[in-house]
């Protein structure tokens, strides 16, 4: 099962709706609630990046029998040190971004926390491309 | 605590979805920052808050929050009504400020998250 979903840059109004949507999916594929939380928390702060960030993105999210894999791709300014970037409290938000409550460096860090596997890269330029991938039968502690 | 009695021992004012004011809440988690509320993991978790935006209601939504309590006076707009209701999530107007209703909700039994 695939579902695509477009994100603006800059678009607060509506950055959240991809989020939400997989989420009402996973509730009607009957998916455990603690999972569906660890998916929809690394996949929101994924999508409020891309619209605090880039000037557009895309989504993808895979759903199969063992796990769900969601691709983010965005066009935007990328990463220039991607260590740097994951550090927890690390971050280049601007004004607009933290006055929506983001923007405090616990976002990238928040997403692999929440993900079983966890791949990020990024082109100075061009643009940042995540993969979290949460297993449906992850033993994985809570953070 | 039932969330009824919660927000009639605080003195809040319920603006949306009253008919879940049966709910139990055990833990408050109070901030203006929606990336740390995003880490918090906990059921039964009402959030105190003085940012009174479209995210904020979000966030919520991610985190499985029952009810936001917006503090120091700030309104909720439609936008944040109408997906509140969506996601059956209560919001509660406070008049003062977020160390006074912690502290409230403290003496009646409110625990921390952490």
């Known amino acids: ?132 991938t949460v297993n449906l039968k992850s033993t994985k502690e809570e953070v | 605590m039932r969330l009824k009695n919660l927000v009639e021992n605080i003195g809040g004012r ?17 901030s203006d920052l929606m990336s740390d509320v995003l880490t918090v993991k906990c059921e039964n978790l009402l959030l105190i808050t003085g940012l009174a935006n479209i995210q904020t209601v979000r966030t919520a939504e991610m985190s499985d929050l029952q009810a936001i309590i917006f503090v120091r006076n700030k309104r909720v707009n439609e936008d944040m009504i109408r997906l509140a209701q969506e996601n059956c999530i209560v919001l509660i107007e406070y008049p003062g400020t977020m160390f006074r209703v912690s502290g409230q909700l403290s003496s009646i039994g409110i625990k921390p998250v952490y």
Not at chain 1, 104 to 109: D, R
């Open chain 1, 1 to 132: 099962m695939n579902f695509e979903f477009k994100v603006q840059g800059g678009d607060f109004v509506r950055a959240g709706n991809a989020s939400s949507q997989v989420k009402k999916i996973l509730k009607q594929l009957n998916v455990d609630s603690a999972i569906i939380k660890r998916v929809v928390v690394a996949l929101y702060e994924g999508e409020v990046n891309i619209a605090a960030h880039a000037f557009n993105g895309i989504i993808n999210v895979e759903i199969d029998t063992e796990r769900i894999l969601i691709k983010l791709d965005d066009n935007g300014p990328g990463i220039p040190d991607i260590d740097l970037a994951m550090q927890p409290g690390y971050s280049t938000a601007s004004p607009i971004v933290r006055e929506m409550g983001f923007g405090a460096g616990m976002g990238l860090p928040n997403i692999k926390n929440n993900s079983d596997d966890f791949k990020i890269s990024s082109v100075v330029g061009k643009g940042t491309h995540l993969e979290i």
């Open chain 2, 14 to 30: 319920v603006v949306c979805c009253e008919e879940y004011l049966d709910r139990e809440i055990e833990y408050a988690y109070a």
